[in-house]
């Protein structure tokens, strides 16, 4: 099974910085990754399928790279509305796992 | 528009069972793979299950392989997961999602 990492497990920045998180995949799972954001109370929001298409009705300050193992999400100009726990998942194969999540706060 | 409603969670007592219900609207279950993922309270999303666009195969992964299993209705377009011998640990909010893009509000499981 592939696990995933992700890091920092909190994070916190000010109001109009660039943020970013990583995640390593155990084994290569070419860009068969997607991030979401989970406010508190609510279900997770796709973020960014296929490692950096960034999905419709999400902000451009959000961006997604990497392929392999290695892969960043980056938030450009950080709004309070970002405030939120990140997570990654893998979808090369079953089981797809997630990382344990990020969380962001503002300073 | 797609919709997914998630239903039939509830406090059980460990090694009871339990039967999760995700009625879908706006697509067919026939056309989509479609996936279980769970949160235990405080912590973070756990995969645990998911079944075939055809609906001949399923998935889950180690944690609740053997206890758990999903299955459709399609004359419902009705997702379910049919969760046994259940545990302390499988207590959290359990969501149906298609696509990683439609999810569920999800419905609490509190095995105590």
């Known amino acids: 099974d592939i696990q995933m990492t992700q890091s920092p497990s909190t994070l916190s920045a000010s109001v109009g910085d660039r943020v970013t998180i990583t995640c390593r995949a155990s084994?290569?799972?070419?860009?068969?990754l997607a991030w979401y954001q989970q406010k508190p109370g609510k279900a997770p929001k796709l973020l960014i399928y296929?490692?950096?298409t960034l999905e419709t009705g999400v902000p451009s300050r959000f961006s997604g790279s990497g392929s392999g193992t290695e892969f960043t999400l980056t938030i450009n100009s950080l709004q309070p509305a970002d405030i939120a726990t990140y997570y990654c998942?893998?979808?090369?194969?079953?089981?797809?796992?997630f990382g344990q999540g990020t969380k962001l706060e503002i300073k | 528009e797609v919709q997914l409603v998630e239903s039939g969670g509830g406090l059980v007592q460990p090694g009871g069972s339990l039967r999760l219900s995700c009625v879908a609207s706006g697509f067919t279950l026939n056309n989509y793979a479609v996936s279980w993922v769970r949160q235990a309270p405080g912590k973070g999303l756990e995969w645990i299950s998911a079944l075939s666009a055809s609906g001949f195969t399923t998935y889950y992964a180690d944690s609740v392989k053997g206890r758990f299993t999903i299955s459709r209705d399609t004359s419902k377009n009705t997702l379910y997961l049919q969760m046994d011998s259940l545990r302390v640990e499988d207590t959290g909010f359990y969501y149906c999602?298609?696509?990683?893009?439609?999810w569920g509000q999800g419905t609490l499981v509190t095995v105590s």
């Open positions: 084994q290569s799972i070419s860009s068969w």
């Open positions: 999602v298609k696509d990683r893009r439609d």
């Open positions: 296929k490692a950096s």
């Open positions: 998942q893998h979808y090369n194969n079953f089981p797809y796992s």
